[in-house]
């Protein structure tokens, strides 16, 4: 897992599958493996059935939100939601609810969601990225830029963080300032696996303003090989 070689885990996994049976923590590490690998579906699957076995085991909770995250919004949502219920100093299941909200254009539940997270986590870069993105969605494109600052000094380089300035770049910025801003949210998506970005990174890469660009450079990318 370290080494990002989810495929040769779960192949590892599948070949010792009473000893995966019995560790919950081996489970939901073998089921993260599978999303990352692209067998997102029975990874949810196993993510479930691990709940339904180990209530209290709410990272699995946490990793089906995000793997639910570009497969159904709506149940991404409702699952990081009852984590933060359970979770309630922390973070990290608000941050999750509130990115699944985004998704469904739920703006406002997105802004209170993200408003109590903020509250537990003043200085998170992803928190704070979310707050910057949720003004955005409101058209608060200066309030945006002054969130996205303050999450870009507390987690430089971020892949989220800089998903976040690619949209908002895309909202206000030239052409040219919005592509490169997209390639370098790719590039930072592309290193950071278990922030699952694949669906923002598409939504990026398909914008009105840069999709031609992006187009040509994967038909470049499908003729090399």
Sequence with gaps: MLAHDY????????AH?????KNPELR???ALARALSGDRRRAIADMRQLIHDV??????????AMSLLDEDAEEAASVAAGAASKLKNESGPR???????RR?????????VIQRALKLAPDDGCVLALAAG?????GEHGQAAELLERALSCAPGDAFCLVIAAELTLATGTQEEAIAAVEKATEAAGHSPLAFLGGEI???RTHPAVAERFAVAEELVWDAE
């Design 7 to 14: 495929r040769r885990a779960v192949e590892i996994a599948d």
């Design 55 to 64: 209530p209290k085991f709410q990272l699995a909770a946490l990793s089906l």
């Design 28 to 30: 939901h590490n073998v």
């Design 17 to 21: 599958p009473k000893r995966v049976r």
């Design 134 to 138: 949720v003004a955005a969605d409101r």
């Design 95 to 101: 941050a999750i609810q509130a990115r699944a909200l």
């Design 202 to 204: 598409a939504r990026l």
């Design 104 to 112: 469904l254009g739920r703006t406002a539940e997105a802004d209170d």
